[in-house]
């Protein structure tokens, strides 16, 4: 079963470990990146990041990070990223795609960012490479709306919680 734990020492490196596809390369940050950056959230004091390592049972098979007010870290971040939870980062290991667990962690993340634990928000916002057409069909079929905005070179889509 898909499960989420938090990503400990223990976990590390298993979770930097994971890899995808190199035709995916440009979709999504290497996870130890996505780490450095949720440790700089942290010590702002003014973003918030809950890494997730994902796993099937025992195995870790994916990374989901989850952002809370993320454009207070990143220069001409959108506006809507304000005040708002944010899927940051999501990948399922190459090995493990196909199997419904990428589905499985965006629904996990929805009922982790709708316990609102930075305080309430509006959206869950998120953005993607506009060649991804995997994740954008992946987050239209749970209600996100793209919004016309662009995140630097990806595509920004809200969903209002
Ligand atoms: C996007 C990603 C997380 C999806 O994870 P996954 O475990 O393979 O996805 P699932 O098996 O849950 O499938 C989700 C949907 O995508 C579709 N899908 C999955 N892989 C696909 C592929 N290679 N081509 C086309 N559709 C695909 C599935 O058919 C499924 O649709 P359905 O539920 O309507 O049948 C994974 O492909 C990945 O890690 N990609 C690289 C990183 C990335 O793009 N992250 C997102 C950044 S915004």
């Known amino acids: 079963m ?3 734990e938090k990503v400990t020492y223990k976990n590390f490196e298993a979770i930097t470990d994971l ?8 979709f999504v940050a290497d996870n ?7 440790y700089l959230a942290v010590t702002s004091g003014e973003a918030c990041a809950y890494p997730f390592a ?3 049972d025992e195995t870790p098979v994916g990374f989901l ?5 993320e454009s207070s870290i990143e220069e001409n971040a959108p506006e809507i990223l304000k005040g708002n939870y944010s899927i940051w980062r999501l990948m399922i290991d190459k090995n493990y795609q196909g199997k419904g667990f990428g589905r499985e962690t965006v629904r996990l993340g929805l009922e982790f960012i709708k316990t609102q634990p930075q305080g309430k ?3 869950c916002t998120l953005s993607y490479n506009p060649e991804n057409e995997t994740a954008r069909k992946l987050y239209a079929s749970f209600g996100f ?4 905005d662009m995140d630097g070179d990806e595509v920004v889509a809200v969903l209002k919680l």
């Open 121 to 123: 928000a509006e959206y």
């Open 19 to 26: 890899t995808i596809f190199k035709s995916q390369y440009p």
């Open 54 to 56: 994902v796993y099937d």
């Open 2 to 4: 898909i499960h989420l």
């Open 32 to 38: 130890t990146e996505s780490l450095a950056e949720a």
């Open 145 to 148: 709306v793209e919004t016309g």
């Open 65 to 69: 990070m989850i952002g809370y007010n």
